[in-house]
């Protein structure tokens, strides 16, 4: 699954249109650094943490509509560095085409505690230079015309580059993507999901468990990831029990009722409008495996 296509890293995606997924990732491994290029066809809302003691830049490669980080809008111009281990929301446009490139901050010559937790700037001529020529490594070692004699010496090029590139991160205006009101009651409404995911909710329900009116709980959800709450506890259901006829046993009225849908012919209609196939289609195929 996309979900596992980047070793070492936490990620949760949620489906946010409607249709059959499909991604690309491609990675060029080199001692302590990693260059990885994600394509999806679908907007999804990301709830990513990166790996720990390490630098994570990301830049968009299209130019698709904006993205969500934390729930501030930024361009497809805007870079990104986060450090290892930052919990980050990401809501990706439809057809994203992305570069991230996770490093040993020890290989910058930094400690990852000086690493900014999340922080962006606008590209430059310069930045965009390392972003085209980063993700022309990735084409050509995706075709194999890489010159043997590059190697050796291309961990040594890419790691002049990224130091560059931090250093303008480090040295440009204070950019750090500080905490929305929004992000945060968003993150609460996470966590109380995640404490009682066996047991439905309502959006009345978490906004009386949260202490917030249920109109400020629409807007965090609409703020961070561009749907609303009753919207998203649907789909939150939905990508469980998708997850689940992936690959855990069971049949799919089992499923179903695990996730809270009680009537089974509903439940494999808003499955097959989200996903663009039946939850029996998804049990075959785990079958089949």
């Known amino acids: 699954m996309q979900e596992a296509a980047l070793v070492g890293w936490h990620q949760r995606y949620s489906q946010l249109h409607r249709g059959s997924f499909a991604g690309e990732v491609q990675t060029l ?16 809302a990301q709830e990513i ?8 830049f990301v830049a968009s490669l299209s130019n698709s509509a904006e993205w969500r980080v934390n729930a501030a809008r930024r361009g497809t111009d805007v ?9 980050v929301t990401a809501v990706a446009p439809d057809h994203s085409d992305v570069l991230i490139v996770t ?16 922080r962006y700037c ?12 980063l993700s022309s490594l990735l084409a050509i070692y995706g075709r194999n015309e890489a010159p043997p004699e590059l190697d050796a010496l291309l961990p040594g090029l890419v790691l002049d580059r990224l130091h560059a590139m931090l250093q303008h991160f480090l040295l440009s ?18 966590r109380l999901m995640e404490d009682q995911h066996r047991e439905p909710l309502s ?27 009753s919207a998203w506890l649907r789909q939150h259901r939905l990508h469980g029990a998708r997850r689940d006829l992936n690959s855990a046993n069971g049949s799919v009225s089992e499923i179903a009722m695990k996730w809270g849908f009680w009537h089974l012919g509903r439940f494999s209609a808003y ?11 998804a049990l075959r195929a785990r079958s089949r495996l």
């Open 29 to 44: 491994s080199l001692p302590g650094i990693s260059i990885t290029r994600e394509r999806v066809n679908l907007a999804v």
């Open 49 to 56: 943490a990166s790996p720990l003691g390490c630098a994570v």
């Open 79 to 87: 870079i990104s560095l986060y450090r290892g281990g930052t919990e």
């Open 103 to 118: 490093v040993e901050a020890q290989q910058l010559g930094v400690a990852a505690e000086d690493i900014p937790p999340v």
């Open 122 to 133: 606008f590209g430059s001529a310069q930045t965009e230079a390392t972003k085209q020529w």
């Open 173 to 190: 205006d204070d950019t750090a993507l500080r905490p929305r009101a929004a992000y945060a009651l968003y993150r609460q409404a996470l």
């Open 203 to 229: 959006v009345s329900d978490m906004a009386q468990e949260l202490g917030v009116p249920a109109t400020s709980l629409r807007e965090a959800f609409t703020e961070t990831i561009g749907i609303t709450p």
């Open 271 to 281: 499955y097959a409008e989200r996903f663009g196939h039946t939850p029996s289609d």
